[in-house]
């Protein structure tokens, strides 16, 4: 919401300045964005004479001034065609900072000739668009003088209203407030006050009327306007026009600038119809199937039956609430005019505004709610406006239909004031408060019976009240109180779930891996890729029909994101999220995972180039993750992974044959081509919950660092097994021998071919043998060796390779 000075003057009594009005403004709920003042920077610049303008000996458009502004008469290059001896200018000294241009002036030769300054337009000044010309200043300017003093600059606010607050989008409102905060007094209490009707002097030749079927009349519960004959419609006066384009407007023609100031300075929106345009009677009624609309800002918009519209007889001429048809709009040659104040329900005019994609100050007022009983005196206003700007005469008014006009009253106990915010405020005070607000109120039985007013939709309770009384007297004065803090330290107050998700996210991060949020729903043929299948996945009220189920895994959502980073060229992609999956409608079917995608090789080096997008990486950051959340080291890993993953590329980390950990692997090609993304993609699923809870500590006893002095002896060892053999079998069988004292075993080798039968394969291991209490003799390691080589044989059915 934007306004300037002197338009807030009109309405308010106050001597404050612009900066006491932002901060009072602030204070009070109505925060101030930005002040615009342009005395600021227009400070240092003077009325100068210009004493000759000849022509640039150098160039045909520019001309060489002599100015005199007050220090002495100075030489300045310019390029405007209208400047000329004898007149009076804005003039720019060396060292002044131009804010249209965005520059620090020096002198400077132009075409050889020397420049000290400039004579300045209005857009150079900030003031306009006019760029045609240097301002042309009046003849009685007093050379030397600061322009400030001669020009016409005002501050403007912008202030950022909240959706509830729809009766400060209007200057008026907005004085209102300040009157009730201490910051000068109103002019005119009451909206319409200061508002005299107009006396008709003939009947409204146009019929005026609301069509509507049972129950839906409340689109537009009243439609009231009146014709004016005999108009001028030309050009706005300049104080309307420098109003309307401080604020950002663009001047257009009377007729319309003055419902645009109304718009703005009341808050309630107006149009105009050119009569001679109109087809017999208006009315307001329901959209018709098939119905299409020209409207006013150039394009056609397709009506339906749920969207309000104004019509005549030739058809649908104006969307009620949103915006104007292009047929009836008045132009410099409109002598006859239709002024239109009705309301429209604020829930239509929304829905219409967002079906057809259309922003409007109209439609930002009206679904925020506008003042139901300022309906008939906005338009003796605005008809009052046009009397005097335009000329003419006014026909009778004509209302069809009543205002929603809803006079709440609140039992109102001013002692809830301390109770709510600590503040003391006496009933007289709070009485006061509430009347300079526009409220009703009147002592009933030791409290206050307040009367709402119209345009105030947001109060309907004693809670309500309670924060209008306290943001006037003053937020400031809220007693700060501190929290009493208990003797004893407090305790946890994370779930072991929670510290877990915190463990896992940090786990993700130190991999490497950025972490994203996506949405829990996803298409229904994106959760099928993902065993999500299940009807009751199928939401009821999608908010579209690409998110109609929710996601039985999170990868859904990464691959996604992960398609649309490499889309931009961004890679390597590294994404993990943790979240809900879901598997059912039962809470049971809920659980919090962590996934991961990883997707393109790792960025140049000169050391090489490290593949990220392997099962091998996927693996990595599942155990390393588990490890973070407590889980056992020795994990069995078997190929049993879902079918989105790549069979033969994926596995599945268990703790016991029963308890799944966590999926890995490169997904399948059907995945990737689903989801139209290029491959390969490493991912993996860890299942945060099914982790167990590490085990209660028996002794108090500080762990000791379980290392040991002596040298640590390998053995290696390959055996010959089926070609179907898992290598985890053997390393599992190798570990079970002396758990003590065998503390590791990896695979180091993989062989077929020449010396291995077709339907082998060997395996080669290594044992590592720790030593805790003293150094192993030979025959020491070689009956665990032997140990070892029985176990594997029995385990696997393999025989040690010669």
């Known amino acids: 919401m934007k306004f300037t000075l002197s338009w807030l003057k009109d309405h308010l009594e106050t001597s404050a300045s612009a900066a006491g009005i932002a901060?009072?403004?602030?204070?009070?709920?109505?925060?101030?964005?930005?002040?615009?003042?342009?005395?600021?920077?227009?400070?240092?610049?003077?009325?100068?004479?210009?004493?000759?303008?000849?022509?640039?000996?150098?160039?045909?458009?520019?001309?060489?001034?002599?100015?005199?502004?007050?220090?002495?008469?100075?030489?300045?290059?310019?390029?405007?065609?209208?400047?000329?001896?004898?007149?009076?200018?804005?003039?720019?000294?060396?060292?002044?900072?131009?804010?249209?241009?965005?520059?620090?002036?020096?002198?400077?030769?132009?075409?050889?000739v020397d420049s000290n300054g400039m004579l300045c337009s209005a857009r150079e000044l900030m003031l306009g668009d006019d760029h045609d010309g240097i301002i042309d200043l009046p003849a009685d300017a007093r050379v030397g003088a600061p322009a400030l003093s001669v020009l016409k600059v005002d501050p403007v606010f912008d202030v950022s209203i909240t959706p509830n607050r729809p009766d400060c989008l209007g200057v008026y409102g907005i004085a209102r407030d300040l009157a009730a905060a201490g910051i000068g007094s109103l002019k005119?209490?009451?909206?319409?006050?200061?508002?005299?009707?107009?006396?008709?002097?003939?009947?409204c030749p146009v019929p005026i009327g609301l069509e509507f079927a049972p129950g839906t009349a409340s689109a537009c519960p009243i439609f009231a306007g009146r014709v004016l004959r005999g108009v001028r419609n030309g050009q706005s006066p300049a104080w309307l026009q420098d109003r309307l384009k401080a604020i950002g407007l663009r001047p257009i023609s009377a007729l319309v600038d003055i419902t645009n100031y109304i718009s703005y300075d009341r808050g309630r929106p107006l149009h105009v119809y050119d009569v001679a345009k109109l087809r017999r009677r208006i009315f307001a009624r329901l959209g018709r199937a098939g119905e299409e609309l020209a409207a006013l800002d150039g394009k056609?918009?397709?009506?339906?039956?749920?969207?309000?519209?104004?019509?005549?007889?030739?058809?649908?001429?104006?969307?009620?609430?949103?915006?104007?048809?292009?047929?009836?709009?008045?132009?410099?040659?409109?002598?006859?005019?239709?002024?239109?104040?009705?309301?429209f329900d604020s829930a239509r005019t929304a829905k219409t505004g967002r079906a057809l994609g259309i922003e409007s100050d109209a439609r930002y007022r009206f679904e925020r709610g506008v003042d139901p009983a300022f309906v008939l005196p906005g338009l003796e206003l605005a008809t009052k406006m046009m009397l005097e700007l335009c000329g003419g005469e006014a026909s009778n008014a004509l209302a069809a239909g009543h205002a929603?006009?809803?006079?709440?009253?609140?039992?109102?106990?001013?002692?809830?004031?301390?109770?709510?915010?600590?503040?003391?405020?006496?009933?007289?005070?709070?009485?006061?408060?509430?009347?300079?607000?526009g409220f009703e109120p009147a002592p009933a039985d030791g409290k206050i019976s307040v009367r709402v007013p119209t345009w105030r939709p947001d109060v309907d309770g004693p809670a309500d009240l309670v924060e209008e009384t306290v943001r006037i007297h003053g937020l400031d004065k809220v007693p700060s109180?501190?929290?009493?803090?208990?003797?004893?330290?407090?305790?946890?107050?994370?779930?072991?779930?929670?510290?877990?998700?915190?463990?896992?996210r940090r786990a993700f991060a130190e991999r490497g891996l950025t972490e994203a949020v996506t949405w829990s729903f996803i298409s229904h043929g994106e959760a099928e890729l993902f065993g999500g299948a299940n009807a009751t996945l199928r939401l009821a009220n999608p908010i579209s029909t690409e998110m109609d189920t929710m996601r039985p895994s999170l990868l859904a959502g990464l691959v996604s994101a992960a398609r649309r980073n490499a889309d931009r060229g961004l890679a390597p992609v590294l994404l993990f999220e943790v979240g809900q999956?879901?598997?059912?409608?039962?809470?049971?079917?809920?659980?919090?995972?962590?996934?991961?995608?990883?997707?393109?090789?790792?960025?140049?080096?000169?050391?090489?180039?490290?593949a990220i997008d392997t099962a091998f990486a996927a693996k990595a950051d599942a155990q390393a993750v588990l490890s973070a959340l407590?889980?056992?080291?020795?994990?069995?890993?078997?190929?049993?992974?879902?079918?989105w993953y790549h069979p033969g590329r994926s596995g599945t980390l268990r703790l016991g044959p029963k308890l799944v950990l966590a999926h890995f692997g490169e997904l399948h090609p059907r995945v990737l081509k689903a989801f139209d993304i290029e491959g390969p993609i490493a991912a993996a699923e860890i299942f945060i919950e099914a982790v167990p809870e590490p085990k209660a500590r028996a002794t108090k006893a500080r762990p000791r660092l379980d290392a040991s002095d002596l040298q640590p002896?390998?053995?290696?060892?390959?055996?010959?097994?089926?070609?179907?053999?898992?290598?985890?079998?053997?390393?599992?069988?190798?570990?079970?021998?002396?758990?003590?004292?065998?503390?590791?075993?990896?695979?180091?080798?993989?062989?077929?071919?020449?010396?291995?039968?077709?339907?082998?394969?060997?395996?080669?291991?290594?044992?590592?043998?720790?030593?805790?209490t003293k150094t192993l003799t030979d025959e020491e390691i070689d009956q665990v060796s032997a140990r070892v080589i029985d176990a594997v044989i029995k385990a696997t059915g393999a025989k040690l390779r010669s």
């Open 23 to 112: 901060d009072k403004l602030t204070a009070i709920g109505l925060e101030v964005e930005e002040v615009k003042d342009p005395s600021k920077t227009l400070a240092p610049f003077k009325v100068a004479y210009v004493v000759e303008a000849v022509q640039h000996p150098n160039a045909d458009k520019l001309r060489v001034c002599k100015v005199d502004a007050g220090q002495g008469i100075v030489q300045v290059v310019c390029g405007a065609p209208n400047a000329r001896t004898g007149m009076k200018g804005v003039f720019a000294p060396v060292g002044t900072y131009v804010p249209g241009t965005d520059l620090l002036l020096k002198a400077t030769k132009i075409r050889g």
């Open 188 to 203: 005119h209490k009451g909206a319409a006050q200061g508002i005299e009707p107009v006396v008709g002097k003939f009947p």
């Open 300 to 343: 056609t918009y397709k009506i339906t039956s749920e969207m309000c519209v104004i019509a005549d007889d030739s058809g649908a001429i104006g969307l009620g609430g949103v915006m104007g048809g292009e047929t009836t709009g008045c132009t410099e040659n409109t002598t006859e005019v239709l002024i239109e104040s009705a309301y």
């Open 404 to 437: 929603p006009i809803d006079r709440r009253e609140i039992e109102f106990d001013p002692h809830q004031i301390e109770r709510l915010t600590g503040i003391k405020i006496t009933s007289s005070q709070a009485e006061h408060i509430l009347r300079e607000l």
């Open 481 to 504: 109180t501190p929290i009493s803090r208990p003797a004893v330290s407090a305790g946890a107050i994370l779930t072991p779930l929670q510290r877990r998700l915190r463990l896992a």
């Open 581 to 610: 999956q879901f598997r059912g409608d039962q809470d049971a079917d809920q659980a919090m995972t962590g996934a991961l995608v990883r997707k393109g090789p790792a960025p140049r080096h000169w050391s090489g180039e490290a």
């Open 630 to 643: 407590g889980a056992p080291r020795d994990l069995q890993i078997t190929e049993d992974a879902p079918g």
């Open 713 to 772: 002896v390998k053995r290696d060892f390959a055996f010959v097994v089926d070609k179907g053999m898992r290598a985890a079998d053997l390393v599992r069988a190798a570990k079970g021998v002396d758990k003590a004292l065998i503390a590791d075993v990896i695979v180091f080798d993989v062989y077929e071919g020449k010396g291995i039968e077709p339907a082998k394969k060997s395996i080669a291991i290594e044992v590592t043998l720790q030593p805790r």
